[in-house]
């Protein structure tokens, strides 16, 4: 098993940015893709983007390609999400997960590991 702690959230105006850490422990990092998911106030949970265990490939949900960027240091068992040019809609709940297989997923059910999330507020 593996346990994930997000970090990093809080208030930003909009046009600012926030980079969250996503620390891993417990089983081998290496073995875990790693997911980024979002959940604003009365609406569903949405995929952000997630990376493989090797950092070799990224993947990025249409609504963030081009402001956010996903990196990893598996030296450090930690996953980052930095996000720029912050707009109020981009205010949610963030979440990492880690999923074991060789694809890509998207869907949260998916996923076989998930932390309990870090609140980003982004103020207009």
């Known amino acids: 098993q593996v346990q994930l702690v997000e970090s990093g959230g809080g208030l930003v105006q909009a046009g600012g940015s926030l980079r969250l850490s996503c620390a891993a422990s417990?089983?081998?990092?290496?073995?875990?893709?790693i997911g980024w998911f979002r959940q604003a106030p009365g609406k569903e949970r949405e995929y952000v983007g997630a990376?493989?265990?090797?950092?070799?490939?990224?993947y990025y949900a249409d609504s963030v390609r081009g402001r956010f960027t996903i990196s990893r240091d598996n030296a450090k068992n930690t996953v980052y999400l930095q996000m720029n040019s912050l707009t109020p809609e981009d205010t949610a709940l963030y979440y990492c997960?880690?999923?074991?297989?060789?694809?890509?997923?998207?869907?949260?059910?998916?996923?076989?590991?998930r932390g309990q999330g870090t609140q980003v507020t982004v103020s207009s």
């Open positions: 417990g089983d081998t990092f290496t073995r875990y893709n």
């Open positions: 990376v493989t265990w090797n950092a070799g490939n990224t």
């Open positions: 997960a880690a999923h074991g297989t060789l694809t890509q997923l998207v869907a949260w059910g998916d996923y076989d590991y």
